[in-house]
């Protein structure tokens, strides 16, 4: 990562990090989600700051759906650098809505639009003149579902134009800044274009880019990828996740390094990719690549994996027979040499396996920090990484009685069928075998000489730290604690891969209590930094449910360990609340409520509902619902019983065929409402169903609304992420016979 220091007064022509933290922390004094007051402020900051640089922004507005059905009302901004060479655009994304509904979004994604605006403010100081068209493209609701990117994508003519994607995110609040690629062919092309763009700290390896494009990928680019064939890299940060889409996501928790990040990809990549042929990074070959120390990115087509893999083989091979041959390798030996191996890899699995399980019944308060990585949970991949250093020492001294090139051939052995199932399954992650030629190098030199020089075999060991020591820090991270038998296993892994230095050491046992002394350290400085502070607050919820039917309302929360501020309203017993009670209202993990108590019933406006129409044409049955909110609110969440949706649009906008026949549970819609607007539903069913409508109506001010008296929380919480809160939820029923 680059390093920081104050440069505010920077040369005009280079991008400050310092001018880009001002954008920052102007756009997140407060949540500026779609619909919320501050989201407004939050755009015409970002029109007047694109004037300020000569540009005239231009506003796309429009209703969305996207692919998860959730609908709001996008205001996108917009704006445009023309090149000499029109036809062809380089496209700037980040998006400027925050998450609902208090997260202040300085890293989710003010950080992104500032890395754009300032890069903007740098290149166009220099007079450049592109030849490719520059768009600049500020998107809105990516936190409701990609809602922005799908309207550019599907509906403005800009978007046939661009022949590639930036687009700047995160994921937390700090760390290095990770290259992922979105394309629908290979991705030779893309990654020889960024190196030859030559950005000075590059972060990126194609097993991560293999492990994305497996997941349910869900950055703007996945729009530009899915409907408009328009490849991009992402660059997003994770470290600090526990700041994730909560108020705690604040101007002076993002690390200035972190932002420094983003800059150096912007501005060497805006250099290159303006002036680049873009109609030519499409290809139907992909690359294997890493980042190293020194070299930067480091790529070779995905036709050398399996002569690497042939030739790491053969070496093992030759290896082993020249072992024989000298009388230094013996079976029995080899034999041995299996067993400390099996052992550390089951023992570490089943710690790594159990890890997460075990710590959440010492401290059940890790339950409400949903996304699953703890304010501790640094010091605890350092405690399992320690942990399992200990168990591979103890197996190695306790049942690793043979030589060290005897010891090395079962690892050496192991890493080969790694390999080769990575070449078959997960060819992105292919990169694995060059630490493997490394291995068996330092074992062509055990025995070929009788005292052979340490220091060879700590040079021949620096591939395996310097490619697995991010791994097993990263996925932990970006994944949540659940994920720390990923931790355990690469160390055990890369811990093999190191057995030709100390492999035959006599010092194992003290090395093995060593290490079990730091896990307990470190054991012991987790235990004291599990609690709550203003900086490491508690998640907490609660919402006021009005029950309009019966006539019912009751307090409810998310919360598993109840905080002392809930507890006020939901009380010591802790009702739970039955299966049927509540539908599973949307958020990001699936959280349901888990606890209820009696409150009593308050009179809130409910909304109206006017019935349009009910008409019965052929088989089918046509309802038009119109639902018109009687007070404030941001969200309207409409749930079906289980029948058959042959159609469905919300505000003139369809729901896709797809949603319909695939959707998870019986959600129909949820939106998230922007000027107190009406839901318009118009559905049909077939004409002998039986259709219920169960209506969630919720406004995020709780804490603020005249009829209650909710104190402020203490500076130990802060409102849970990912779920609604704060609410006032009213619960409304139809009924079509």
């Known amino acids: 990562m680059p390093s920081y220091s104050p440069d505010l007064n920077l040369d005009e022509s280079q991008f400050s990090t310092d001018r880009a933290f001002i954008h920052v922390q102007k756009m997140s004094v407060k949540p500026h989600a779609v619909g919320f007051p501050a989201h407004s402020q939050v755009r015409e900051y970002i029109m007047a700051e694109l004037e300020k640089l000569g540009f005239e922004p231009i506003l796309q507005t429009g209703y969305t759906a996207g692919d998860w059905a959730n609908f709001s009302k996008v205001t996108n901004v917009m704006a445009r650098i023309r090149g000499s060479k029109p036809g062809n655009a380089l496209l700037l994304l980040s998006h400027y809505d925050s998450s609902p509904h208090s997260s202040l979004g300085a890293s989710d994604a003010a950080s992104g639009v500032a890395t754009i605006l300032e890069g903007l403010r740098a290149y166009l100081s220099t007079n450049n003149s592109p030849e490719n068209d520059i768009i600049i493209l500020f998107s809105d609701a990516e936190e409701l579902g990609l809602n922005g990117a799908d309207l550019f994508v599907n509906n403005h003519p800009w978007a046939k134009e661009v ?4 687009n700047f995110e995160a994921r937390g609040s700090g760390g290095p800044s990770y290259m992922l690629l979105e394309t629908n062919r290979g991705n030779s092309n893309l990654i020889s274009e960024f190196i030859e763009a030559n950005p000075s700290y590059p972060v990126a390896n194609s097993l991560v880019y293999s492990i994305y ?3 349910p990928n869900d950055t703007d680019l996945t729009v530009f990828r899915e409907d408009g064939d328009i490849d991009g890299f992402n660059f997003a940060f994770i470290d600090d996740h526990f700041d994730y889409h909560t108020v705690r996501d604040n101007y002076d928790r993002l690390d200035p390094k972190t932002l420094a990040h983003q800059g150096a990809y912007l501005m060497p990549l805006l250099t290159y990719f303006s002036d680049a042929d873009l109609t030519q990074l499409k290809s139907l070959n992909d690359q294997v690549y890493f980042n190293a120390p020194f070299f930067k990115l480091v790529s070779y087509p995905f036709e050398w994996i ?4 042939a030739g790491a083989a053969l070496l093992f091979l030759i290896v082993v027979l020249l072992g024989i041959k000298k009388k230094v390798l013996t079976f029995k030996g080899i034999g041995k040499g299996f067993i400390p191996m099996l052992l550390t890899l089951i023992i570490n699995g089943i710690i790594g396996y159990f890890g997460w399980s075990v710590l959440l019944k010492i401290y059940p308060y890790y339950q409400d920090i949903l996304h699953g990585f703890t304010y501790n949970g640094y010091i605890y991949i350092a405690a399992f990484v320690f942990l399992s250093i200990a168990v591979g020492f103890w197996c190695y001294h306790r049942f690793g009685k ?21 070449a078959v399954y997960l060819k992105g992650g292919s990169f694995f075998i060059l630490p493997v030629f490394a291995l068996l190098a330092s074992l062509w030199i055990l025995l070929s000489q009788k005292s052979p020089e340490p220091l060879w075999f700590v040079v021949l060991a620096l591939p395996a730290i310097w490619i697995y020591s991010p791994l097993i820090k990263m996925f932990p991270v970006g994944l949540g604690l659940k994920m720390i038998i990923t931790s355990t296993l690469l160390t055990s892994l890369t811990f093999f891969l190191l057995l030709p230095i100390f492999g035959g050491l006599k ?14 350290g470190f054991l012991i400085s987790a235990h004291f930094n599990s609690g709550f502070s203003r900086d490491k607050a508690k998640p907490t919820s609660l919402i006021y449910l009005l029950d309009a039917e019966n006539k019912t309302a009751q307090w409810v929360t998310y919360e598993k360990e109840l905080s002392s501020w809930t507890t006020q309203y939901i009380g010591e017993n802790k009702e739970v609340p039955s299966t049927t009670e509540h539908q599973n209202l949307s958020s990001k993990y699936g959280t349901n409520f888990n606890y209820v108590s009696n409150a009593p019933v ?6 109206k509902i006017e019935i349009g129409a009910d008409t019965i044409i052929g088989n089918n049955r046509w309802l038009e619902i119109t639902i018109i909110p009687q007070r404030p609110i941001t969200r309207l969440e409409v749930f079906t019983n289980e029948i058959q949706l042959l159609e469905a649009a919300i505000n003139t906008i369809p729901l896709s065929d797809y949603y319909l026949k695939n959707k998870k549970g019986n959600k129909l819609i949820t939106h998230y409402v922007s000027d107190n607007d009406p839901t318009h539903l118009k559905l049909a069913i077939h004409k002998e169903s039986k259709l219920e409508l169960t209506i969630y109506e919720a406004s995020n001010d709780l804490l603020d609304h005249p009829q209650f008296s909710v104190p402020k929380r203490p500076e130990d919480n802060i409102p849970m992420p990912f779920v609604l809160n704060d609410a006032i939820l009213i619960i409304k029923k139809l009924h079509f016979e």
């Open 507 to 520: 010092v194992k046992q003290r090395l093995s209590y060593l290490s079990l002394l730091l896990f307990i």
């Open 213 to 215: 494009k497996m997941l």
């Open 402 to 422: 043979t030589d060290a090139p005897n010891l090395l051939i079962a690892p050496a052995l192991l890493w080969l069928v790694i390999c080769g199932l990575l």
């Open 602 to 607: 308050k009179d809130i406006p409910q909304p």
């Open 306 to 309: 399996y002569p690497m893999l």
């Open 163 to 166: 022949k590639l994607a930036l």
